[in-house]
């Protein structure tokens, strides 16, 4: 499957806990976009990539939410300490820049409940 | 800022009847528009989308929808639907210029359809 990945595909942790997911992007694509979704919502922006350089963060991103794409290629998603309303599916989608053409490709997601 | 406003949050609907979900964006630049669906217990996946010209655009399994600038909308329409096609549906916007486009997409609510049999 040539599709994006994402792992791991659920996560259970306690309140106050650091989590960590991993997102492959489709290989030739040099863009990658992280999305939170909550239930009854849209998936809403949090961050995305081109190559390694992070171009945007939603303000609604806490200080406790961190990205990384070192070798722009997977990237990670790091969020510390965390709350009972971090808990949503969290979606990784990657792209080809484009001149005219930004579809983007998502993954199966990563569920996050925080007990 | 962009928003995205889908009108229905659940539909209903027997086989063969026809189909149209509302989708408002608001924005005041250029925009590229699309329509996702998510099957059950599968991911996101791309229905179809507009970045130019025709504003009647085609997408894959007989769904279609209309871009009208002066109204702000980008209507999916189906004119048959299948129990097959019960699914949640999201319109999304993203915002581009000159042929290029930003980022990030701004999704609606989505719209579950249920097609019963």
């Known amino acids: 499957d040539t599709g994006v990945s994402q792992d791991p595909r659920h996560k259970i942790t306690k309140r106050g806990q650091n989590v960590t997911f991993r997102c492959d992007p489709i290989?030739?694509?040099?863009?990658l976009y992280w999305y939170r979704q909550t239930l009854g919502q849209g998936p809403e922006f949090l961050t995305y990539?081109?190559?390694?350089?992070?171009?945007?963060k939603s303000r609604l991103l806490s200080d406790r939410f961190s990205a990384e794409r070192p070798k722009g290629s997977f990237s990670t998603l790091e969020i510390q300490r965390t709350e009972q309303g971090d808990s949503a599916m969290y979606l990784c989608?990657?792209?080809?820049?484009?001149?005219?053409?930004?579809?983007?490709?998502f993954g199966p997601g990563t569920r996050l409940t925080v007990l | 800022a962009q928003s995205v406003s889908q009108h229905n949050h659940h539909v209903i609907l027997s086989e063969a009847a026809s189909l149209e979900l509302g989708c408002n964006y608001s924005?005041?630049?250029?925009?590229?528009l699309f329509w996702y669906v998510q099957y059950p217990g599968q991911h996101l996946q791309l229905l179809l989308k507009?970045?130019?010209?025709?504003?009647l655009v085609k997408g894959i399994k007989g769904f279609e929808a209309e871009f009208i600038k002066s109204k702000f909308s980008f209507n999916l329409r189906k004119p048959s639907v299948q129990w097959s096609d019960t699914a949640e549906y999201f319109c999304?916007?993203?915002?581009?210029?000159?042929?290029?486009?930003?980022?990030?997409?701004?999704f609606g609510q989505g719209t579950i359809l249920t097609v019963h049999p």
């Open positions: 507009y970045f130019s010209g025709d504003p």
């Open positions: 999304a916007v993203n915002a581009g210029a000159g042929g290029t486009s930003y980022g990030k997409l701004t």
């Open positions: 290989s030739e694509h040099n863009r």
């Open positions: 924005y005041g630049g250029t925009v590229n």
């Open positions: 989608a990657s792209s080809f820049r484009d001149r005219v053409y930004n579809e983007q490709f």
């Open positions: 990539f081109q190559n390694e350089a992070q171009l945007e």
